[in-house]
């Protein structure tokens, strides 16, 4: 068995600030970004509201149900 070692940072680093004015979904948002993925489904519209249909850093922040609607599921 042959296993591979990897180099990865230990930092998320951006030269774009993060725009989220809520600090307590600051740690959601980073976790996403940090893991890499496509998307981040949220119902909270209050602080998640002006992000919604966009991209962020690559990341879309969307609804679940546009989300299901998008790929045909809902």
Do not use: C, H, N, W
């Amino acid at each position: 068995m042959r296993t591979k070692l990897e180099k990865v940072p230990d930092a998320l680093t951006s030269k774009r600030p993060l725009l989220l004015t809520a600090s307590k979904d600051k740690p959601v948002l980073i976790s996403t970004l940090t893991d890499r993925s496509k998307v981040l489904l949220t119902l909270d519209l209050d602080d998640f509201g002006p992000l919604l249909g966009t991209e962020v850093y690559g990341t879309l922040v969307t609804t679940t149900r546009d989300f299901l609607v998008s790929q045909d599921l809902g």
